[in-house]
């Protein structure tokens, strides 16, 4: 089982955007990085995009956009998992199909690629599309973190569901949404019609997995439910035990699948997280919905943004 590193606080399910327009860019973060390296600053479209040094990993770095983490990446160790919702996302990978077996993936939403460089390390010969609006983001993270140029991944300067629509049906074993614009998740992101050109671009068995984010009274998290819940006909979702209850702004992440997923397994796995997690499904979770009613594109809305406070 690949290795896990400890959970980091924020995450890419809360951006948000601020004033600043320009950047100074320090050095080259790729090839060189190591201990004591200047922060790379540099403005992109969404913002201003800073790559900073971990201080506990000599070639890791934590995208932030306007002072929000956006991903973590370690260029030594691709399986190291820093934030808790990117871990409980690699639980769901490494349960998708026997180890190291290659896989069919769809990254709607970049960052630094996190999630691509894990499943390209943990199973070789798996080929990823990456679709990210941001093209002056992705210019940055292919500069200053380099993929493996071995792995099968091709990375889209688009528009998220533009680029799904691209994609021939049935193509891929999963599809990751992590797509956030001014820390909100776009309404043409949240709909049915949405969920429906997902289900078009998976294979049959094929799984979805979304980075959700919301806070109190949780009426985006339930809708998001209720949405999937129309598409597919398995859902399971993981959260902290705070934000199931309510008590603060954060992720959880949701699986939707035609088959039911290896729950056992999963629910222990993000019980044994650095930062616990619970997950439910069946009854329990649609009770949690508590009759929300599915969005549609003439209705959506962009997920809630963060308080002030999300980022600390």
């Known amino acids: 089982m690949a290795r896990r590193g400890t959970s980091s606080d924020g995450g890419a399910g809360a951006r948000k955007r601020s ?41 890791a770095w934590t995208l932030t956009l306007d002072g929000a983490p956006q991903s973590h990446v370690d260029l030594d160790d691709p399986t190291f998992l820093s934030f808790e919702y990117q871990r409980r996302i690699g639980h769901v990978v490494d349960l998708l199909a026997p180890p190291g077996q290659p896989l069919h993936v769809v990254h709607l939403g970049g960052g630094a690629f996190t999630l691509a460089r894990y499943i390209a390390a943990t199973r070789p010969r798996s080929t990823q599309q990456i679709v990210e609006v941001d093209a ?73 997995v979304a980075n959700l984010a919301d806070g109190p009274p949780l009426t985006h998290l339930r809708g998001q439910i209720a949405t999937a819940a129309t598409v597919f006909p398995e859902l399971a979702l993981a959260a902290d035990p705070a934000v199931w209850r309510g008590k603060r702004f954060g992720n959880a992440v949701l699986l939707a699948s035609d088959l039911p997923p290896r729950l056992a397994e999963l629910t222990r796995k ?30 959506a809305r962009p997920s809630p943004a963060p308080p002030p406070t999300a980022f600390g």
């Open 136 to 208: 002056a983001l992705v210019q940055l993270v292919r500069r200053e973190l380099p993929l493996d140029p071995q792995a099968r991944i091709r990375v889209r300067a688009t528009d998220a569901r533009a680029g799904l629509g691209k994609i021939q049906d049935g193509w891929a074993d999963l599809v990751i949404a992590d797509v956030f614009s001014g820390a909100r998740t776009p309404a043409h992101l949240t709909s049915t019609e949405f969920l429906a050109e997902v289900r078009r671009v998976l294979k049959t068995g094929g799984s979805y």
């Open 19 to 59: 004033d600043r327009k320009t950047g100074k860019a320090g050095g080259t973060a790729g090839g060189r990085g190591g201990r004591g390296t200047e922060p790379v600053a540099e403005p992109v479209d969404g913002g201003l995009a800073e790559l900073v040094p971990d201080r506990e990993r000599p070639r």
């Open 270 to 299: 993000v019980a044994t997280d650095p930062h616990p997690g619970r997950v439910e499904h069946g009854r329990a979770l649609a009770d949690f919905t508590g009759g929300a009613a599915p969005v549609h594109d003439a209705a």
